[in-house]
């Protein structure tokens, strides 16, 4: 991962794109790890199913990730020590080098073998000379680079010993550095932007990294970052905090959701907003928490007793996940309802080198609506206004006192167990939701208008879908539909799904929850397929390639 | 007391007439927020769930009557976004020792400024009539205790006090639903106190709680007044010692004994302010 994550850095700061998924398991420190990296010249692709080159210092714990990075014969592989006899078969291209040796007679210790191979990945792509020294941010990686001059020179000085050709890049489109951040960061990031100064969670994988991030924004009195002692007190105390008119979050992963249910209700019937960022992984249960899935998505749109709407975003980049991040509070706090933003590990992890214009251009950003002065006589907290968006006071808020209540209540706030209230609160509730159907933007449609088949997918799936409908250049037989308002469903959706003869659902769920939703709420054509299968491993082009053949065919 | 009123919403309450939880609306707006001269808009009143959380549709400050046994977790979240606030969670026994016992000790530990209020009736009444956290133990055997059990409750009671005490909450005191004066004093204190505070609040369930329980409670109370001797059980052979409400091994000595034995009502324990 060190190795990765500083080409990944030295490469970005050079005009490189580029995405670096990472691949771990249960341990907790140590154990197997890998990540695969894609360098490009234009954007931020996906890494190939099968890599250009491997490096690989433990084929014992290779064996343990190598369905997700597994090499082709083309493969050109460097390695510490040899595979045991019979447990692999090599590409032609694999060289024998021994990183370990030269960095323990360089330093009298193998810790520092992955900048020996640094020194020699970066000789063999011929990235600029100098390069380590121009990519010096002065963090902990520059520090190691620093510390380890040595070890980089020898790798440097490797290569003419290999019986090896250069692998020359192509130069990128500019050498403008590239921002290097994953999807967690991104979230963060997009909080901050949108005003959030009150943050609540628990650690869980693989949502923790927002958690640390948030921490350290909101640090040094920017704001209120607390450590909840579970999932049900990190929610609890964002609707605590949202009641004094502060725009609060929470992040977690499945298992958390399950616990902040029930307060999601609370928040949907007292209309108060909060926004809660779900990093999915394999469920149920504890299933595997450092792997992607898709399946949170029929808890996020109904999880819960009672009817209770709540929004669900999804988003499908990095970019996304930064841009829907501030969209969670334009809709949460527009519409005093809670949003679950949906990503998931492979969104939330993969860190990917980029164009920084998102992080700095304009977002609109959408306030709660406040009572007046009008108000001030007879405040009525759930007032039913045209729009159903009743004017939110602040506790703290002078001459506006008002209790609300999970209890069935009237426009006051007050208990009522009236039932053609309750039915009204309902209509309120559900209605003031609706005008977000048709917020074309939150749809993304590619591909050409006239096709008759059509792709649906969401989140980090939505990415393979994309690229492998362009490997094989089907963008004018096949359009794509990545939908980034889940629920309630847009419009837009609706209407891609009417235009189609041939539909395919590719999503990363067993059960096949976004098909079923779909099917509850439009009609499909008669001809649709669903590409639904457990998580764990991510979608390869070479799995996709199938059901989109088939679609186009 | 002037301006009582100021602090009640028209709302009548729910509750059963002679139930305790008269007392402490009664302390809380006729005597404490006006002693302490908190504007209405200045205050929360966070409730969850039960007979004690429909309070907050009966006071006219900021409210919420949230989830069962999650009360102190939304004051909490209010407090550190607006500090401003004075904030009280309200709930009972069932609330803050069965359902959300597992937040308090956090509480305790962030050390907020929240006062917490826990009315203890000793049952489950909203739900008419099982078996609390706080129910006095008895022997199998003794005849029915509460309408619906067959059996009287055979664990032992989880003692709210002694527990907030080792847990060390920064202040704790008990009060009493029929002395509503000494009550709203000991609420004055809480709230003034600058910490997490626990008041827990010995009040009878005048439907599902044998008469008996309340009417031993109140015979063997006794107050607690600081530099005065401390009042011992009976079976005590112990020497009464001078009370001093900043000694935990002593707030400790206090909390252990069982309420049906001695309870003691006043300021148990201030420790430090956060």
């Known amino acids: 991962m060190v190795l990765g994550s500083l080409l990944q850095r030295l490469a970005a700061s050079q005009g490189y794109f580029g995405q670096m998924p990472r691949y771990y398991g249960p341990q907790i420190r ?40 597994p090499l082709g014969i083309e493969s050109i592989v460097f390695y510490d020590s040899p595979p045991t006899e019979g447990s692999l078969d090599l590409p032609g291209k694999s060289f024998q080098v021994s990183f370990s040796q030269i960095t323990k007679e360089l330093e009298g210790t193998p810790a520092a073998k992955n900048i020996v191979a640094l020194g020699l990945l970066e000789r063999i792509l011929a990235l600029p000379e100098n390069l380590s020294k121009s990519a010096a941010a002065h963090d902990q990686a520059s520090v190691l680079l620093e510390r380890n001059g040595a070890a980089l020179h020898a790798g440097k000085r490797l290569l003419p010993e290999l019986s090896f050709d250069e692998l020359r ?349 779909l099917r509850s709420q439009i009609d499909l054509p008669s001809d649709t397929a669903s590409y639904a299968r457990a998580g764990g491993a991510a979608f390869s082009r070479e799995e996709l390639s199938g059901p989109i053949t088939e679609l186009a065919r | 007391m002037s301006g009582a009123s100021n602090y009640r919403t028209e709302v009548t309450p729910v509750w059963c007439p002679g139930c305790g939880g008269f007392a402490l609306l009664n302390a809380l707006t006729r005597t404490a927020l006006p002693n302490l001269g908190i504007p209405r808009h200045q205050a929360l009143i966070v409730s969850g769930i039960g007979c004690s959380s429909r309070i907050p549709a009966y006071i006219d400050t900021y409210g919420f009557n949230s989830l069962h046994g999650r009360s102190v977790l939304i004051a909490q979240g209010a407090k550190l976004a607006n500090p401003e606030l004075t904030v009280v969670a309200i709930g009972g026994d069932g609330d803050f020792f069965s359902i959300g016992a597992g937040h308090l000790p956090h509480a305790v530990r962030r050390n907020l400024n929240v006062t917490c209020i826990m009315v203890n009736n000793f049952v489950y009444a909203l739900t008419k009539g099982q078996t609390s956290p706080t129910t006095p133990y008895l022997q199998r055997g003794e005849g029915p205790f509460l309408s619906f059990q067959f059996y009287p409750p055979v664990d032992p009671v989880l003692d709210m006090v002694s527990y907030s005490v080792s847990t060390r909450a920064s202040f704790i005191a008990q009060g009493i639903a029929t002395d509503p004066s000494h009550l709203a004093w000991l609420i004055e204190e809480a709230i003034k106190h600058k910490g997490f505070s626990f008041v827990n609040v010995l009040t009878p369930c005048v439907t599902f709680d044998p008469p008996w329980l309340f009417k031993t409670i109140k015979e063997k109370a006794s107050y607690l007044k600081e530099g ?44 430090r302010e956060s």
């Open chain 1, 169 to 517: 890049l192509s130069p990128p489109k500019d050498a403008t550095a590239r921002t290097v951040l994953h999807g967690n960061s991104a979230v963060a990031q997009g909080a901050i932007r949108a005003g959030c100064r009150t943050f609540f969670s628990y650690p869980i994988t693989p949502a923790s990294e927002i958690m640390e991030e948030m921490q350290e924004r909101l640090n040094h009195g920017n704001g209120v970052f607390l450590q909840a002692e579970d999932e049900i007190a990190a929610i609890g105390l964002a609707v605590g905090a949202s009641l004094t008119g502060a725009r609060s979050m929470t992040a977690t992963t499945g298992p958390g959701i399950d616990l902040m249910t029930e307060m999601i209700g609370l928040a949907s019937s007292a209309e108060i907003p909060v926004v809660v960022v779900d990093v999915q992984r394999c469920g149920p249960a504890t299933g595997i928490p450092s792997k992607s899935e898709q399946s949170d998505l029929n808890h996020a749109i109904y999880g819960g007793h009672g009817d209770a709407p709540r929004v669900v975003l999804a988003a499908y980049s990095v970019k996304g996940c930064y841009r829907l991040s501030i969209e969670s509070f334009n809709v949460s706090e527009y519409y005093q309802t809670p949003v679950i933003l949906l990503t998931d590990q492979r969104l939330g992890q993969t860190t990917v080198a980029t164009n920084s214009d998102f992080l700095t251009k304009d977002y609109s950003m959408a306030q709660r609506k406040r009572p007046g002065g009008e108000h001030q006589e007879q405040y009525r907290r759930y007032e039913l206004t045209e729009d159903y968006i009743s004017p939110m006071a602040f506790a703290g808020d002078k001459g506006l006192t008002y209790q609300a209540t999970g209890l069935a209540h009237n426009e006051k706030g007050r208990p009522s167990f009236d039932f053609a209230t309750h039915q009204h609160m309902h209509e309120k509730r559900w209605q003031k939701l609706a005008p977000l159907r048709d917020r074309d933007e939150l749809v993304k449609v590619l591909g050409r208008e006239e096709s008759r088949r059509g792709i649906l997918a969401f989140g980090s799936s939505a990415q393979f879908v994309l690229e492998t409908v362009e490997d094989l250049g089907l963008q004018d037989e096949v359009k794509v539909c990545v939908p980034e308002l889940i629920h309630p469903l847009p419009r837009r959706l609706a209407s891609f799904v009417g235009s189609l003869e041939k539909l395919l659902v590719v999503e990363m769920s067993y059960s096949a929850q976004l098909y079923h939703y």
């Open chain 2, 228 to 271: 005065e001797p401390v009042g011992l059980p009976d079976s005590s052979g112990e020497q009464p010692w001078l009370h001093d409400s900043s000694n935990i091994t002593l707030a400790l000595k206090l909390a252990q004994t069982s309420v049906m034995e001695k309870p003691h009502i006043g300021i148990i324990f201030r420790g």
């Open chain 1, 30 to 69: 140590g154990g197997a790890s890998g990540v695969k990296l894609s360098l490009d010249t234009t954007r931020a692709s996906l890494p190939t199913d099968t890599v250009d080159i491997m490096v690989c210092f433990n084929w014992e714990k290779y064996a343990e990730l190598k369905q997700e990075l």
